[in-house]
């Protein structure tokens, strides 16, 4: 019988406060092997904070954290040689030169791709005899990236890794993140604000809104199940006017505008047939879906 590998990380009541504020509430996060998962959350909704605690690099006030099957706080050498992580804080050790650094942490991994890095220094106009300390931010984001890609890890964690990338660069950055991906049983996670990349790379999206994760699922069926329904009715909609699934909607007189998690075409013959209505169904992109997702409840 062939053993079903371990969740690349899974994350179970996961809870962070920080002066008493919660950050963290609960949250609940599996992301199969293989997959590249896109985590979403509008500025200061733990996103870092969460990485951070699936990583072990900071304790978690309550529930757990594995990655590739182990405990985050007590992870072996073998496992953090499968890992690789770009936070959103960059901190190299300014007074090594670039080549100094990548011989240094070389040294720390087996599966080294030193035609990988040679390629991306290249491509990405870094100067091997540079001082790190004397690179600009955007330069020194792409080392980073460099140095978390080279040993071609199981498991790659980017905390807002394009943030300061030129357009070209970002290109880059994501055709490597596809290389990663493409390979068996890798997985990737990318927080990140710029959804056009996740679109381009992710198969999974997960969202986090007030301390929990609102979505975790298949992009795909993210896109297919959120549309926006632009309703025109033959007479004005009363007060009591619903539809089943709305995130969020306006009315004014006899038309509506309303966001519905499960939009299906049995929901629009039914409004059709209900409201003596016209209902023009508009696909929505991951940006607009996850500003909708962030009303919702509200």
Same mark, same amino acid.
């Given at each position: 019988?062939?053993?079903?590998?371990?969740?690349?990380?899974?994350?179970?009541?996961?809870a962070?406060?920080?002066?008493?504020? &919660?950050?963290?509430?609960?949250?609940?996060?599996? $992301?199969?092997?293989?997959?590249? !998962?896109?985590?979403?959350?509008?500025?200061?909704?733990?996103?870092?904070?969460?990485?951070?605690? %699936?990583?072990?690099?900071?304790? *978690? @006030? %309550?529930?757990?954290?594995? #990655?590739?099957?182990?405990?985050?706080?007590s992870?072996?050498?073998?496992?953090?040689?499968?890992?690789?992580?770009v &936070?959103?804080?960059?901190? =190299?050790?300014?007074?090594m030169?670039?080549?100094?650094?990548?011989?240094?942490? *070389?040294a720390?991994?087996?599966?080294?791709?030193?035609?990988?890095?040679?390629?991306? =220094?290249?491509?990405?106009?870094?100067?091997?005899? *540079?001082? $790190?300390?004397? !690179?600009?931010?955007?330069?020194?984001?792409?080392? +980073?990236?460099?140095l978390?890609?080279?040993?071609? &890890? @199981?498991?790659?964690?980017?905390d /807002?890794?394009? +943030?300061?990338?030129?357009?070209?660069?970002?290109? /880059?950055?994501?055709?490597?993140?596809?290389?990663v *991906?493409? /390979?068996?049983g890798?997985?990737?996670?990318?927080?990140?604000? #710029?959804?056009? @990349? =996740?679109?381009r790379? +992710?198969?999974?999206? %997960?969202? !986090?809104?007030?301390?929990?994760?609102?979505?975790?699922?298949?992009?795909?069926?993210?896109?297919?199940?959120?549309?926006?329904?632009?309703?025109t009715?033959?007479?004005?909609?009363?007060?009591?006017?619903?539809?089943?699934?709305?995130?969020?909607?306006?009315?004014?007189?006899?038309?509506?505008?309303?966001?519905?998690r499960?939009?299906s &075409?049995?929901?629009?013959?039914?409004?059709?047939?209900?409201? @003596?209505?016209?209902?023009?169904?508009?696909?929505l992109?991951? /940006?607009?879906?996850?500003?909708?997702?962030?009303?919702?409840?509200?």
């Amino acid at each position: 019988m062939t053993t079903m590998p371990p969740p690349a990380i899974q994350l179970a009541g996961l809870a962070k406060s920080y002066d008493k504020a &919660p950050v963290l509430d609960g949250v609940n996060l599996s $992301v199969p092997p293989g997959s590249v !998962l896109g985590l979403l959350g509008m500025n200061g909704a733990g996103k870092t904070t969460l990485i951070k605690c %699936a990583l072990g690099l900071i304790g *978690a @006030d %309550a529930g757990n954290a594995s #990655l590739l099957g182990e405990p985050a706080p007590s992870l072996s050498a073998a496992a953090k040689a499968r890992i690789g992580y770009v &936070p959103q804080e960059i901190w =190299l050790y300014p007074w090594m030169r670039v080549c100094q650094l990548l011989d240094y942490t *070389a040294a720390f991994y087996p599966g080294w791709n030193d035609g990988l890095v040679q390629r991306l =220094l290249h491509e990405w106009e870094l100067n091997p005899a *540079a001082r $790190v300390g004397k !690179l600009s931010v955007g330069t020194r984001q792409k080392l +980073a990236i460099i140095l978390a890609l080279a040993h071609k &890890p @199981d498991l790659l964690i980017l905390d /807002e890794p394009a +943030a300061s990338l030129d357009p070209a660069a970002r290109r /880059e950055f994501l055709k490597m993140v596809l290389e990663v *991906a493409g /390979e068996p049983g890798r997985t990737v996670l990318l927080s990140t604000h #710029l959804t056009s @990349d =996740l679109e381009r790379v +992710a198969d999974r999206i %997960a969202i !986090l809104r007030d301390g929990k994760i609102a979505y975790d699922g298949e992009l795909d069926a993210l896109k297919e199940s959120v549309k926006r329904l632009h309703i025109t009715a033959h007479r004005p909609l009363t007060a009591g006017f619903a539809v089943p699934g709305a995130v969020r909607m306006q009315v004014e007189g006899n038309q509506a505008l309303v966001c519905v998690r499960d939009a299906s &075409p049995q929901l629009v013959e039914r409004i059709q047939r209900k409201h @003596d209505a016209s209902v023009q169904v508009e696909d929505l992109n991951l /940006e607009d879906i996850f500003l909708e997702v962030q009303h919702a409840g509200n």
